[in-house]
Every structure is written in structure tokens, then in C-alpha cells.
């Protein structure tokens, strides 16, 4: 286990080393027995429940809810702590995806979105970096563009969420 990321109460979340993407965290009831997993996204601010195991009791939906909104208050935390857990050797889960682009006027002056369904024509994802710095995606396409991306500005659509 990585260090801890935050507290919710006596729940510990935080991020596993022995991970892998899609990038997620756990938050673990010690007392409880019981660990859930959240999927957060480096493109969108989005979160949600992924999974959870129990050894004694079930997470009430209320303590799910609360933790899915403070793992929201914490998302530039977990995602340095994904990056610098396992960005390196695993990436934030975008390699090989597909992304389109649309020109806009203001922030980065395009969004991006990485679809459930993508079209075979879009560019695909080849190579994904994170600096937490200054909360900047880096992506290259195979079509030989690169992105610049501001982390929470765009559109990551999965199944999971």
C-alpha cells in the first residue's frame, strides 16, 4: 500500500502499488472490514464507486455518496499520487483509447473526449503523461498532434462511472 492520501473520518483512502489502471483509489473501514474502489479520470472531474469487497459489514449508500464527494474535494491529491505511484510504468489509462477533438474559445481552446464508443477515425491515444505541477495532460496522438490538456476540463466516458 501507498501512503495514505486522506482520511474520511477513520476511512483511509489511498492508492495501492501494486495497482493498475483505470486509476483508481481505496477506501478502506478498518473496524468495518469492508474496502471500496473509486475510478477517477485525469481528463474529466469525475469519480465513482468501481468495486468494493467486504469481510463484515456493506458500506451504507450514504458513506459511499460522502466518500465519492470527498475523494471530489481531493482529486488533484489522487491523481499526483496515481501519477507518482504508477504513471511511469502504468500511464493514467488513456493509451490505445481514441479521442476527438472540437475547437472552443476559451481554457485550453479545444475539449476533448475520450468516448465509450469510439469512432474508428479518431486518433488514437499513444503516449499520456501527468505533470502535477501544474495539473497539465500531455497526450501525443497517432495522427502526430499533441495535446496539451488541463486535468478536469474534458470528457473521459466510461462504462464504469
Given at each position: 500500500?501507498?501512503?495514505?492520501?486522506?482520511?474520511?473520518?477513520?476511512?483511509?483512502?489511498?492508492?495501492?502499488?501494486?495497482?493498475?489502471?483505470?486509476?483508481?483509489?481505496?477506501?478502506?473501514?478498518?473496524?468495518?472490514?469492508?474496502?471500496?474502489?473509486?475510478?477517477?479520470?485525469?481528463?474529466?472531474?469525475?469519480?465513482?464507486?468501481?468495486?468494493?469487497?467486504?469481510?463484515?459489514?456493506r458500506p451504507t449508500i450514504g458513506t459511499l455518496n460522502d466518500l465519492a464527494d470527498a475523494i471530489m474535494q481531493h482529486l488533484p491529491a489522487c491523481r499526483e499520487e496515481w501519477w507518482n505511484t504508477h504513471g511511469p510504468q502504468n500511464g493514467i489509462g488513456l493509451i490505445n483509447q481514441r479521442i476527438e477533438t472540437r475547437a472552443i474559445p476559451t481554457g485550453d481552446k479545444l475539449i476533448a473526449r475520450v468516448p465509450l464508443k469510439p469512432d474508428r477515425n479518431m486518433a488514437g491515444i499513444t503516449a499520456a503523461s501527468y505533470n502535477s505541477r501544474n495539473g497539465k495532460v500531455s497526450l501525443s496522438l497517432s495522427d502526430g498532434q499533441k495535446l496539451l490538456l488541463t486535468a478536469g476540463q474534458h470528457i473521459d466516458e466510461a462504462k464504469e462511472w
Open positions: 500500500m501507498a501512503g495514505t492520501i486522506f482520511s474520511h473520518g477513520v476511512i483511509k483512502v489511498f492508492i495501492a502499488a501494486e495497482d493498475h489502471p483505470p486509476p483508481h483509489v481505496h477506501a478502506h473501514h478498518p473496524s468495518e472490514g469492508w474496502t471500496a474502489r473509486f475510478r477517477f479520470s485525469f481528463l474529466s472531474d469525475i469519480t465513482g464507486l468501481y468495486r468494493f469487497k467486504r469481510r463484515q459489514f
